[in-house]
């Protein structure tokens, strides 16, 4: 059976840092994209940013320079740092681990940045 779970969400103020942390079990994990997703209240769900099995990364253009993802095979984890956060970062940050020919999710951690 296939686990997705993130942890590290939380309230931070404007220019914080959090780090968000996914442990994907049940999948080959180092044979997966994973990526980190999230959703604002009325929005559309969006990409953040991916790492793949190869460790190349892409980042969403607002988020370019304050975040990075990173992975570690050997547990199973995928990490977004999130530094400098903004207002606008606040959402639901979802973890995908991606094939071409299935996906699985997370339920989600909310991040909230707020004075």
């Known amino acids: 059976q296939v686990h997705v779970v993130e942890s590290g969400g939380g309230l931070v103020q404007p220019g914080g840092s959090l780090r968000l942390s996914c442990v994907a079990s049940?999948?080959?994990?180092?044979?997966?994209?994973m990526c980190w997703y999230r959703q604002a209240p009325g929005k559309q769900r969006e990409l953040v940013a991916y790492?793949?099995?190869?460790?190349?990364?892409n980042y969403l253009d607002s988020v370019k320079g304050r975040f990075t993802i990173s992975r570690d095979n050997a547990e199973n984890t995928v990490y977004l740092q999130m530094n400098s956060l903004e207002a606008e970062d606040t959402a639901v940050y979802y973890c995908?681990?991606?094939?071409?020919?299935?996906?699985?999710w997370g339920q989600g951690t909310q991040v909230t940045v707020s004075s």
């Open positions: 995908n681990a991606a094939l071409p020919t299935s996906a699985f």
């Open positions: 049940g999948i080959s994990f180092n044979r997966y994209t």
């Open positions: 790492i793949t099995t190869g460790g190349v990364t």
